[in-house]
């Protein structure tokens, strides 16, 4: 009886071995530490295997999503990740290259070296997107030598496709799931996506963001104030299944998040 419960352990230890990314030494020293606001006291900390999605308002976390694959983009001595190469998977129609433009003059990055880095393909329907990820997204990396995927506005498309069958939808996202999975385990990138989800959406939309939440390691949501233009930022880390606030950043503008602060 000792016997089979000490094989029961060992399976399951195993189990969760095979689905934890290990954090190694490099992991620690690829580190990526920025301002979300003018000053440092306001800051987000992500390694280079990390897995994470924005929350929230879509204009904010856009806006996010350029300014951190922007810094990433920066040297090492100055808080960047060594030989970044960026790829944005554009799924909401919804990037724009003139604010990481912007961002790139503003941390005194050499524009044309740095627009070489980043790579950009766009998807028009939800089918488009889950074939990319599915059979070109792992060629992409390998071939480009990429180490930052960015996906802005995941469902963006499924909402704008009200009359797709539901057993359909349910079907790709589950096929777009197993795919991001199978990247924060298999490959050494940092994974960024958004979510613009809010109560105005119904159960069924909010239940898929969640279905796709659970695969990240961490979570940064950005809440408007109702009263004014200011947000609530917290930053959260996976701990087992749920998440945990380890910073909580308040009266955040965009203005805030649209500043780089000076090297």
């Known amino acids: 009886m000792s016997e089979l419960i000490e094989?029961?352990?060992?399976?399951?230890?195993?189990?969760?071995?095979?689905?934890?990314?290990?954090?190694?030494?490099?992991?620690?020293?690829?580190?990526?530490?920025?301002?979300?606001?003018g000053t440092s006291n306001k800051t987000i900390e992500l390694l280079s295997s990390d897995t994470v999605c924005l929350l929230g308002d879509s204009t904010m976390t856009n806006i996010m999503l350029t300014k951190i694959a922007?810094?990433?983009?920066?040297?090492?001595?100055?808080?960047?990740?060594?030989?970044?190469?960026?790829?944005?998977?554009?799924?909401?129609?919804?990037?724009?290259?003139?604010?990481?433009v912007d961002f790139m003059k503003q941390y005194g990055l050499n524009i044309k070296k740095n627009l070489r880095k980043i790579m950009i393909s766009r998807v028009f329907t939800v089918y488009q997107l889950t074939h990319f990820l599915k059979y070109e997204l792992f060629k992409t990396i390998h071939e480009y030598r990429t180490n930052i995927v960015v996906i802005p506005d995941l469902l963006s498309m499924f909402l704008q496709e009200p009359e797709m069958d539901v057993a359909e939808i349910e079907f790709l996202i589950t096929e777009i799931t197993e795919v991001l999975k199978e990247l924060s385990v298999k490959s050494k990138v940092l994974l960024i996506t958004s979510l613009s989800l809010?109560?105005?959406?119904?159960?069924?939309?909010?239940?898929?963001?969640?279905?796709?939440?659970?695969?990240?390691n961490k979570c940064i949501e950005?809440?408007?104030?109702?009263?004014?233009?200011?947000?609530?930022?917290?930053?959260?880390?996976?701990?087992?299944?749920?998440?945990?606030?380890?910073?909580?950043?308040?009266?955040?503008?965009?203005?805030?998040?649209?500043?780089?602060?000076?090297?």
């Open 198 to 216: 809010n109560d105005k959406l119904s159960p069924y939309v909010l239940n898929l963001g969640n279905k796709i939440l659970e695969i990240f």
């Open 70 to 100: 922007v810094h990433c983009l920066m040297p090492k001595k100055h808080g960047g990740f060594r030989s970044s190469k960026v790829f944005i998977l554009d799924a909401g129609n919804c990037t724009d290259v003139y604010q990481s």
């Open 7 to 37: 094989e029961k352990l060992d399976r399951a230890v195993w189990s969760q071995h095979e689905h934890l990314k290990l954090k190694t030494a490099y992991d620690y020293l690829n580190r990526l530490s920025f301002a979300v606001n």
């Open 222 to 263: 950005i809440d408007k104030n109702k009263t004014n233009d200011k947000f609530k930022m917290l930053i959260q880390e996976k701990q087992g299944a749920d998440y945990v606030t380890v910073k909580k950043y308040l009266s955040l503008t965009a203005e805030d998040v649209l500043t780089v602060i000076g090297r």
